[in-house]
């Protein structure tokens, strides 16, 4: 099946500073990644679509400047949280699609926790 | 954002027990694809639709595509304590490839 890498699996950051997240697809190549974000005991909340190679598109609410994401290749997406403050505490998770399949393949998250 | 409503929100049954639970929408969707997730983890794909009517078995579960394209059914049989989870429906309309997803199911199975 297709693998999705997803790094760090947590990470505890200072309030102010900037944290990246990688999303790599391991076995496939994935010319669309998505990025999702949840709360605890809630359901996972599209925040933007990478797509390699050009600018990602962001659903409504999510701050583009905040939440920088690049798809430098067909392989890897990254999520960048800038000064980061508390109220972005959450679990990231990206997805990949397989080219020419409608399915998702997750990563297995990130917990972010900023003090 | 807009999300899929699942029912029920959760459920406790005893083990060796058929599980039932759906997903609904006001909109029409193309592709179902029904997820596990297990705290701390990223969802984990269980079994993909594409078709109206559409029913698919992936051992114990199997998951159909409502008639009316703004719904689908996941049901899990004999369960065990490994069933634990929640389990999330997504819905995506055709070309966008964006799924939105259920508020979730969860559930609990009792030796």
């Known amino acids: 099946g297709a693998v999705v890498s997803q790094h760090p699996s947590w990470v505890i950051c200072k309030s102010g500073t900037s944290v990246k997240i990688e999303c790599r697809s391991l076995?496939?190549?994935?010319?669309?990644m998505f990025w999702y974000r949840q709360f605890p005991k809630q359901s996972l909340m599209l925040m933007a679509t990478?797509?390699?190679?050009?600018?990602?598109?962001?659903e409504q609410g999510v701050e583009k400047d905040k939440f920088l994401i690049n798809h430098a290749s067909l392989t890897l997406s990254t999520l960048t949280v800038t000064s980061a403050h508390p109220e972005d505490s959450s679990f990231y998770i990206c997805?990949?699609?397989?080219?020419?399949?409608?399915?998702?393949?997750f990563g297995s998250g990130t917990q972010l926790s900023v003090l | 954002g807009q999300q899929l409503n699942q029912s029920p929100q959760s459920m406790f049954i005893q083990e060796g027990e058929d599980v039932s639970m759906n997903c609904t929408s006001s909109?029409?969707?193309?592709?179902w694809l029904w997820y596990k997730q297990d705290p701390g983890e990223g969802p984990v794909l269980l079994i993909a639709?594409?078709?109206?009517?559409e029913l698919t078995s992936n051992g114990r579960l199997t998951a159909q595509f409502g008639i009316t394209r703004k719904d689908s059914f996941l049901n899990i049989s004999a369960s065990i304590p490994s069933d634990v989870g929640i389990y999330f429906c997504?819905?995506?309309?055709?070309?966008?490839?964006?799924?939105?997803f259920g508020t979730g199911t969860r559930l609990k199975v009792l030796a």
């Open positions: 990478s797509n390699e190679g050009s600018k990602a598109t962001y």
């Open positions: 997805s990949a699609r397989v080219y020419g399949n409608e399915k998702l393949f």
């Open positions: 076995d496939f190549q994935a010319t669309t």
């Open positions: 997504a819905g995506s309309t055709s070309g966008t490839y964006k799924y939105i």
């Open positions: 909109s029409i969707f193309n592709t």
């Open positions: 639709l594409y078709k109206a009517g």
